[in-house]
């Protein structure tokens, strides 16, 4: 059975990451903060598919020298790691210059700094290895520089899909395969306001999008295709004054 490593998995994207990857057959390593919700996931999963096996620990992934620590406990624990999803990750932005730095470099060293440490303790295993599969959840923002509130959201999330990118440079034509995921909008804990709309996926719809193109080794992926795929399309080449009142 492959084994998959999530961070940021206790709610959300990473909760529902785990409940159809497990449904597929995968055994599962899942990281977060908060290890009452990990428990409870752990007993839902190991419920619907009892021959599953699921390892959980608490992982704060700002705290960079557990990530090293943790990642390797449950490689031992389970015997390796097919697969790391770095998801953990959080949208405080503010407007650049309105007072915020505080948000802006929470976001940043959460969403890049915090993803850098992932990357690491998941490539040394995985050159350890010889093998491995790193996914990346960067952003739908990531596309083009965002104003307001996505401004450091977005950069952070750019930065994080090129550091996949150098690292995929690295290992071309290695066992150790790397993926970039550019979610759309997707109803999940950090939109809780969210609803399924045209535009915004449920979480169920969404994540299965995120979880087929990561099946399928794919090297980077807009998802749920439509209208995502499209929509990027466009947002690369609208004028700024467009994307101000679209953002």
Partial sequence: MPTTLITGASSGLGAEMARQLAARGHDLALCARRTDRLDALRDEIVAAHP???????ALDVDD???VFRVFGELRDELGGLDRV???????KGQPLGTGRFDANRQTAMTNFVGALAQTEAAAAIFRAQDSGHLVVVSSFSALRGMPRNMTTYAASKAAVAHLAEGF???????PIKVTVLYPGFIVSEMSATATATLLVASTEKGVRAMVEAMEKEKGSAVVPAWPWVPLGFLIRRVPLGVLRRLA
Avoid: L, P, W, Y
Avoid at 51 to 56: F, G, I, N, Q, Y
Avoid at 85 to 91: C, D, F, L, S
């Fill in 51 to 57: 021959e599953r096996r699921v390892a959980v620990k």
């Fill in 64 to 66: 960079h020298d557990a």
């Fill in 85 to 91: 999803v770095v998801n953990a990750g959080i949208g």
């Fill in 168 to 174: 995929r440079a690295d290992v071309h034509g290695t």
